[in-house]
Antibody, heavy 120, light 109 residues
């Protein structure tokens, strides 16, 4: 059974770059027609999709974040990563990684999430 | 961009049926997925492709989708069903393909 686990710094200074990694276990990140996605959730608010990557490297990003976001994949490590530049307090949130089945499939499974706080 | 509208809250007594709606323009032509999120936990998929149920999700959870409204129905509601519920579609008409609804807080009275 595939499991996902986020990792990275829990505190990032304003204007710096937030970097997170999602490690996939229980299956190969390259197998099947899956996209790998990042979603975030500010405290007390709803879910916001950040972007997704296919194992070929093709990406789609939320237009509201597109200028600051880079998602990449490392198939040798069975990981994919998120970089969000020029962060502000508004980027403070729980960040989740998730697998997406196909082009229009559901997010399943999800990682447990990691809280990233932007503060000096 | 495509907008999904959910009621902020729904309340139901134990043993009764809860219906959570998700409104969107011609949503019946899209595949709708539903997630349950309990406090401090990651979302969990409860319904996918409108009405399919993942293994491990009780049969009490069901979904439908037609016209401009998709509905998540929870029968014989239990206290443990109290959670936030989110609908989600992929909108292929734009470069912003994903949409989440704003979420509905289900309260079990």
């Amino acid at each position: 059974q595939v499991q996902l686990q986020e990792s990275g710094p829990g505190l990032v200074k304003p204007s710096q770059t937030l970097s997170l990694t999602c490690t996939v276990s229980g299956g190969s990140i390259s197998s099947g027609s899956y996209y790998w996605s990042w979603i975030r959730q500010p405290a007390g608010k709803g879910l916001e999709w950040i972007g997704r990557i296919y194992t070929s490297g093709s990406t789609n990003y939320n237009p509201s974040l597109k200028s600051r976001v880079t998602i990449s994949v490392d198939t040798s490590k069975n990981q994919f990563s998120l970089k969000l530049s020029s962060v502000t307090a508004a980027d403070t949130a729980v960040y989740y990684c998730a697998r997406v089945r196909g082009t229009v499939g559901p997010f399943d499974p999800w990682g447990q999430g990691t809280l990233v706080t932007v503060s000096s | 961009s495509y907008v999904l509208t959910q009621p902020p809250s729904v309340s139901v007594a134990p043993g009764k049926t809860a219906r959570i709606t998700c409104g969107g323009n011609n949503i019946g032509s899209k595949s709708v997925h539903w997630y349950q999120q309990k406090p401090g936990q990651a979302p969990v998929l409860v319904i996918y492709y409108d009405s399919d149920r993942p293994s491990g999700i009780p049969e009490r959870f069901s979904g439908s989708n037609s016209g401009n409204t998709a509905t998540l129905t929870i029968s014989r509601v239990e206290a443990g069903d109290e959670a936030d519920y989110y609908c989600q579609v992929w909108d292929s008409s734009s470069d912003h393909p994903r949409v989440f609804g704003g979420g509905t807080k289900l309260t079990v009275l």
